[in-house]
Each structure stands twice: as C-alpha cells, then as structure tokens.
C-alpha cells in the first residue's frame, strides 16, 4: 500500500511537471529573435518598463512606406515594403489554410484621400515541418500594392494614412500569435 501511494505521487507530480513545463516557456523569444528582443525581459530602469512589455518577436517584420505623389482630383499607385527578418516568414493572403492567420493591411483614410485595390504580392510556396501541405508565404522583401484616390477638393501638401499590417510570423518550427505592426504612408497633394 505504501509502495503504491508513492508511485501514484511519483505520477502526480511528473503530470503536474508536464504540464506546466510548457507554460514556462512560453514567455521565452525564440531563439533567432532579433537580438533587441531579448533585451526586454528585465527593465533596468523606470523608463525600461515600457519596453519590457514589447513583444518578444516585435521587429521580425516591419513595414514602411514612400512618398505617393497625386494631384487633387486624381489617383496614384502607392506601397507598403514588408521586411521579414532572416528566418521568418509570414502567411501570404489569401492564407492556405482557414485557420492560418493571413497578411492583411488596413489604410484609415485622412482627409478625404482613400485607398482601395489593394494588391498583396504572389506568394512563396513552401513546405514546413509542422504543416501536411505547403504554404503559401512571403519572406525577405515583399510589397504590397493599392491606389490612391485623392478628391478635387484635398488640400495641397503633405498628408499621412495610417496603415496597420496584421501578420502571423512564423518559423520553420513553429507559427507565432499574430501580430500588428503600424506604419503611414506620405502623400503629397499637388
């Protein structure tokens, strides 16, 4: 009986191990993180605790977005540049699979100027250890095309859209929670 008791303890207690094994790693970057997402674990400082709370995987992609020139009354083409860092990659949109969060970017329009026709780039397509069937993704540099459309009665000068990316990052191990990263795109108005 006393044997038996200690037994079920021992496996009580590599269930628990189990399970919790996991939880404590979950807070962990993964291992090809860019470097400045390490450093966010352990504010040193009353001003490092805003950046304690970034994402461990915040920087994997960013986006930017040049200057788009239209004249009031008019439309032009405009971009926003993805950059993936090495080891990474994002779902394409549409996504392969239903349950994969695909790429998806949204402008706020400003001013009157909108953007619509948004074109994502043609995806890679590849097969990664934790899918059955290869996925359609983007990696490195990838470009995402929409027109502009900016009404007769726009002021001249600058103006800023704000764009939101949504991204899942993933590796070849692995996808991450989703992800938004925020950019604006310039316009100039003639």
């Given at each position: 009986?006393?044997?038996?008791?200690?037994?079920?303890?021992k496996?009580?207690?590599?269930?628990?191990?189990?399970?919790a094994?996991?939880?404590?790693?979950s807070?962990?970057?993964?291992a090809n993180?860019?470097?400045?997402?390490?450093?966010a674990?352990?504010?040193?400082?009353?001003?490092?605790?805003?950046?304690?709370?970034?994402?461990p995987?915040e920087?994997?992609?960013?986006?930017?977005?040049e200057?788009?020139?239209?004249?009031?009354?008019?439309?032009?083409?405009?971009?926003?540049?993805?950059?993936?860092?090495?080891?990474y990659?994002?779902?394409?949109?549409?996504?392969?699979?239903r349950?994969?969060?695909?790429?998806?970017?949204?402008?706020?329009?400003?001013?009157?100027?909108?953007?619509?026709?948004?074109?994502?780039?043609?995806?890679?397509?590849?097969?990664?250890?934790?899918a059955?069937v290869?996925l359609?993704?983007?990696?490195g540099?990838?470009?995402?095309t929409?027109?502009?459309?900016?009404?007769?009665?726009?002021?001249?000068?600058?103006?800023?859209?704000?764009?939101?990316?949504?991204?899942?990052p993933?590796?070849?191990?692995?996808?991450?929670p989703?992800?938004?990263?925020?950019?604006?795109?310039?316009?100039?108005?003639?």
């Amino acid at each position: 009986m006393k044997a038996e008791r200690g037994m079920i303890k021992k496996t009580v207690f590599l269930s628990l191990l189990l399970v919790a094994l996991p939880a404590c790693t979950s807070n962990t970057p993964p291992a090809n993180a860019p470097a400045n997402a390490a450093n966010a674990s352990a504010p040193a400082n009353a001003n490092a605790a805003t950046s304690a709370s970034k994402s461990p995987l915040e920087g994997i992609v960013r986006a930017s977005a040049e200057t788009v020139e239209v004249r009031a009354g008019q439309t032009a083409e405009a971009s926003v540049r993805l950059a993936i860092t090495s080891g990474y990659h994002v779902n394409a949109n549409p996504a392969t699979e239903r349950f994969l969060i695909p790429t998806s970017l949204e402008v706020k329009p400003e001013a009157g100027i909108t953007v619509d026709k948004i074109v994502y780039p043609e995806p890679l397509t590849k097969k990664f250890p934790f899918a059955e069937v290869p996925l359609a993704v983007y990696e490195g540099d990838a470009r995402i095309t929409m027109t502009v459309h900016a009404p007769r009665d726009t002021a001249p000068g600058q103006h800023m859209l704000g764009a939101r990316l949504r991204v899942q990052p993933c590796d070849d191990e692995k996808c991450y929670p989703p992800t938004t990263v925020e950019t604006s795109i310039p316009v100039t108005i003639r």
